[in-house]
């Protein structure tokens, strides 16, 4: 006779984890196994987390590995007196944790209209949906050059960023699908280095347009936008500003900004 499962954990499996990263001491990476039944589209986010007293606390958290990957992959800050990251920064290799098997976002193609150039504007962890998208196949069928910016305090939080990049340039077939087709620009705001600056600064000086070949048009270029909730709102209104329009699932458009937070 099957045993009951608990009334708690219906509708959420549970998933073995593999291969933790710890990048930073505010920052982590980890992989875990992936349902077979589990669909997603690279961008989206799932709710996931642990059991804590006998019940699942779940947060938002977007799904870092592209929709063609047997693992998820997820990327992560680390929050002291975070109810879940407070927990989930202390996992070892075999833990399980739990995740709502439906994913949701709107920082997919889907909710895009067609265009040349793909921006993909990030701060922090952030870059987690960008590191799906940009090892789509899709993107480049459907983007002739893709720009993934990530902005941090310091350089060495940028190092997720940089070895997702150098994972696509060292891997046969991506490299080939991708070739010189994405840009990836990583600057910080508090320690010096080579490139400084919020990127809401670098629009409006012409250092992005300067690096990129051109300003943001929205006859041609289509934007996603994750990070913090003041980062999403000053680059919406440059958007704006700029003549995009706000897109969706339902109604695609000309930019995206994801809502989900973690904390």
């Known amino acids: 006779m099957n045993q009951e499962v608990p009334k708690a954990l219906r509708g959420v499996a549970l998933l073995k984890v593999r291969n933790i990263h710890h990048w930073t001491d505010r920052t982590f990476s980890f992989n875990c196994e992936r349902p077979q039944s589990f669909r997603f589209r690279s961008g989206e986010f799932a709710m996931i987390g642990l059991i804590v007293d006998d019940k ?51 920082l997919v193609h889907d909710a895009l209209l067609p265009g040349k150039r793909l921006f993909l504007f990030s701060t922090g962890t952030g870059i987690a949906p960008f590191a799906s998208v940009i090892r789509d196949p899709e993107t480049y069928e459907k983007f002739d050059h893709v720009i993934l910016t990530q902005t ?69 270029d289509r934007v996603m936008i994750c990070g913090s909730m003041a980062m999403l709102q000053d680059h919406k209104k440059i958007c704006e500003d700029l003549g995009f329009v706000e897109g969706s699932n339902s109604e695609p458009g000309d930019f995206v900004i994801e809502k989900a937070f973690v904390d």
């Open 56 to 106: 699942p606390l779940l947060r938002a958290y977007s799904i870092a590995s592209p929709s063609w990957d047997e693992e998820l992959e997820f990327y992560s800050i680390k929050v002291e007196d975070g109810p879940l990251t407070s927990r989930l920064q202390h996992l070892q290799e075999g833990d399980e944790i739990v995740m709502r098997p439906k994913p949701v976002g709107t």
């Open 152 to 220: 941090c305090r310091e350089a060495k939080e940028l190092d997720y960023g940089k070895h997702l990049v150098e994972t696509i340039a060292n891997d046969e077939l991506l490299s080939e699908l991708v070739g010189d087709k994405l840009t990836h620009i990583a600057t910080t705001t508090r320690e010096e280095t080579e490139h400084m600056g919020r990127m809401t600064d670098w629009i409006r000086d012409g250092r992005l347009a300067a690096a990129v070949g051109g300003d943001l048009d929205p006859k041609t």
